[in-house]
């Protein structure tokens, strides 16, 4: 979970700085990267919980989750993908476009779904026999 939560964090906000960097507005910069975070920390909340209900089947729904969340970006940038199709991925909220406004309480609303996922999916892991 460290990485999950660290890495995204320090990699956005390098490219918020270089991007600061170049157009002289750093904060601009940052608030342009590191706004899709909670998008990322609800994918890996995600996986957390369902590997902690589903044992080795919850890593394929990570990532099968974060497919579908990529490739319904990409249709919906392309307009293949329908509005409220497109509104399931974690992706859309965080999204500067005319379906949400990335503001405080969509950003803590999607943190505090992802500590939620991430709890769950620690809780059920913790109730597991993990014989090795």
Known sequence: MVFAVA???????IAGLALGLGNGDFAGGLALTTVILPGIWVMAGLAVAAFGLLRRAGVNVGWTALGLAIAWEIGWEVGLVSDSLFMISPFAHVHYSTLADPGPGTLLGLTRVAAG?????????????LAL
């Open 117 to 129: 996922l991430v709890t769950a999916g620690l809780y059920t892991l913790r109730r597991r026999d």
């Open 7 to 13: 890495v995204p964090v320090a990699v956005l906000v």
